[in-house]
């Protein structure tokens, strides 16, 4: 196999959910059948990592310092929704039941991969969250473990601070994902949160 | 969402056996946790579509004019596979039990994508296996209907030029119990006994 090909199916292989025979699979129909789309991936990766920071206020994927939610008059300025990933922000939006802010963490701790609540921007959201404009931060990361674990942390926190705190209702099911859930059901839960 | 992420989550979704969610997971997974990975990803598909072409021989995948493949003078000269993809190939390699030629066609005739086999390279076979060296061409284009239209008319297309067509023996796989294996497979093993 040439250098170059082998070079392609290794770094694909490195896409979550993606093992060595889709890996072989995608770089065979890009060479024999989509060399533009070849291309156009190239591009379309180099143009995200280079124009794709993180909003300096909520910390989503913005091409902006400031995201266009962040930015947008029109949302609750009083209400804050914590999450895990931008990916969680994106479905909860799609809901259409939330016009509050955002504060998005860098993931989930996991104390087995050395991630404590410091590396997620605990930080960084307890000066968010005290602006004085705040009243109430929704605390919507996952019902895991360790997304509880994380909204725990969160929640006492706040508490110390003063500031309310409240929880997705528990309509989304244990161990669930956020991603993998059906936007009725997290509509709901955001309605019934506590 | 930010421009250059649609555009990339867009670009993934072109891969084969990618949704939507999967390439907004990869997207996300990428951007949030290995930016090196999507440029190494970016530079691994420049190099692949800039060096990787097709052999001028057997229509393989490699960077240079003829592959190693047909470069090798231990390979058996007198044999030639016909497979419907370097991927295909690549199998037949790994059983490490054939050491003759390859000759790579660009897919299998598919009437309904107006693909025929002039499309798929039989005059340039025609021409490799007309030779003079070439002793036997093993037709191992699949067990589809497409792949036995192929092979078909590969086969009779060689006949006519006095060169000898085999095809893979179709039966029963290695470990394969018969309550698992189709009626059809068993019916041809049935046959074929020897
Ligand atoms: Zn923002
Ligand atoms: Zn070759």
Do not use: W
């Amino acid at each position: 196999m040439p250098d170059s090909l082998e070079a392609l199916i290794e770094a694909l292989r490195q896409l979550p959910g993606v093992g060595a025979k889709s890996a072989a699979r995608m770089a065979y129909h890009l060479l024999q059948h989509d060399r533009d789309g070849a291309q156009r991936l190239a591009d379309a990766l180099m143009a995200a990592v280079r124009n794709i920071r993180h909003c300096e206020r909520c910390h989503t994927f913005s091409e902006q310092p400031i995201c266009s939610t962040c930015a947008d008059p029109a949302r609750d300025q009083t209400r804050l929704c914590v999450v895990e990933t931008p990916s969680d922000q994106a479905v909860l939006e799609r809901t259409g039941a939330y016009d509050g802010l955002y504060f998005v963490l860098q993931g989930r701790i996991s104390p087995l991969d050395g991630v404590g609540i410091a590396e997620l921007g605990l930080a960084e959201l307890m000066v968010r969250a005290s602006d004085g404009v705040i009243e109430e931060v929704i605390v919507a990361t996952s019902f895991t473990a360790e997304g509880e674990a994380t909204a725990h942390i969160i929640s006492q926190a706040l508490a110390k601070r003063g500031i309310r705190a409240t929880r997705l209702a528990r309509g989304v099911p244990i161990g669930g994902e956020l991603e993998y859930v059906d936007l009725g059901t997290i509509a709901h839960a955001l309605a019934d949160r506590h």
